[in-house]
C-alpha cells in the first residue's frame, strides 16, 4: 500500500554535481524535498555520495535516500567499473552512459509512488547533451508509463533543460549555492577531482565561461576552454 498523497513534498533526483545542486537548493526553497541518489556500482559513488551528503547538510536538505540499481551484470566491461579509457573529451560521445535516465526515473517512480510523492525533478540539459534518453520524446513517454505502471499520477520536471552549464553557475553564485560542496568527476582521486576526465573539463570549462572562480581542487589542472 503507498502513503497518502503529499503534493507539497517532491523528489529531486541528486548527485551532487552542479545542476542538481542548484536545483535542489532551488526546489527546496519552497517545497518539502526527497533528494534521491541512484547507486549503480560505478567506482565514483562513494566519492560522489560522500559529496552529496555534505552538500545537504549544508543547505538544510534531508540525506539523499539510497536507491540501489546494480548495473555490472548488463555493463560488463564498462569503462565505469574497470577504470580503463575514462573519457576525456576526445571522443564526443564516450561518456554517455545507455539507459541512465531510463533507470533514474523507473527507481525513482516506485520511491515516490511508495511516498505519496507525484513529481520528481531532474537536472538534464538536454540542448547540450543530445543524449536519447533526455530527449523531449521520451521524457513524456516515461511519465506516461510510470503513471500506468505504477497506477500513481508521476509528473517528471525538468527545469534546467534550456539552461547552459555556465548559466548554471552564474544562477547558483547568486543564489549563494556553496558549489565548492558540489562534484563532477568520474575518476576521483583520494576524494579529489582528477582533472583529466570529461566531467571535470566541463565543470571548470563552465566555471571560467561563467566568469566565475572555479572553487575546485583538482589532482591535474584542467585546460581553460
Avoid at 549544508?58 to 575514462?86: M, S
Avoid at 534518453?133 to 516515461?142: A, G, K, L, P, V
Wanted: charged content about 30%; aromatic content about 10%.
Amino acid at each position: 500500500m503507498t502513503k497518502t498523497e503529499n503534493s507539497d513534498r517532491v523528489c529531486v533526483l541528486f548527485s551532487g554535481g552542479l545542476e542538481s545542486a542548484y536545483l535542489l537548493h532551488q526546489v527546496s526553497d519552497d517545497r518539502a524535498v526527497l533528494p534521491a541518489y541512484v547507486r549503480f556500482g560505478f567506482a565514483w559513488e562513494d566519492t560522489e555520495y560522500e559529496y552529496a551528503c555534505d552538500f545537504a547538510d549544508a543547505v538544510g536538505a534531508p540525506q539523499p535516500h539510497e536507491l540501489l540499481a546494480p548495473v555490472e551484470d548488463v555493463y560488463p566491461d564498462f569503462w565505469g567499473f574497470t577504470r580503463e579509457g575514462v573519457p576525456d573529451g576526445s571522443e564526443e560521445d564516450g561518456h554517455y552512459i545507455h539507459g541512465r535516465n531510463l533507470l533514474l526515473f523507473s527507481k525513482a517512480g516506485v520511491l515516490c509512488t511508495r511516498e505519496g510523492i507525484r513529481e520528481i525533478y531532474h537536472g538534464m540539459q538536454p540542448v547540450l547533451s543530445g543524449f536519447p534518453d533526455e530527449r523531449y520524446e521520451f521524457r513524456r513517454s516515461m511519465e506516461a508509463s510510470l503513471t500506468l505502471g505504477l497506477d500513481s499520477e508521476i509528473e517528471l520536471k525538468t527545469p534546467l533543460e534550456e539552461d547552459t552549464k555556465q548559466e548554471v553557475v552564474r544562477a547558483a553564485v547568486e543564489a549563494g549555492v556553496p558549489l565548492g560542496k558540489t562534484f563532477s568527476c568520474v575518476d576521483p582521486t583520494d576524494g579529489e577531482h582528477c582533472g583529466e576526465c570529461k566531467k571535470c573539463k566541463d565543470r571548470h570549462a563552465s566555471f571560467v565561461n561563467a566568469g566565475v572562480e572555479d572553487p575546485t581542487q583538482y589532482v591535474v589542472e584542467p585546460p581553460s576552454p
